[in-house]
């Protein structure tokens, strides 16, 4: 099937920083979580208007995770929006973990 979810670097909070492919990606998700708590919420406003929105700064990493897994059975795509650069500042490990032991693509776009 592909890869279904994507960490995304949201960037230092504008969202004209983004690069292209973190904006293209949020155009066409279906289910975006977000550190809302981090991110600028303008950063959301590309995403479809029948996306799934789920603010994750008062989620729990098993709430997060059972979002994810639960939009991956249904064959949806997911954004997992992350500040800055996902791959250098962001608590992703934990999350990754449970895809790999789950056999779910991901990739990981700054």
Known sequence: MGVQVYFVGAG????ELLTIKAK???ERADVIVYADSLINPEVCSFARKE?????SASLTLEE???IILSAVKQGKVVAR???GDPSIYGAIQEQMVELDDKGIEY???P
Do not use: F, H, K, M
């Open 12 to 15: 230092p909070g504008d969202p």
């Open 24 to 26: 293209n990606i949020i």
């Open 51 to 55: 996306a799934e929105l789920y603010r």
């Open 64 to 66: 997060i995770t059972g």
């Open 81 to 83: 929006l992350q500040s």
């Open 107 to 109: 990739e990981i776009v």
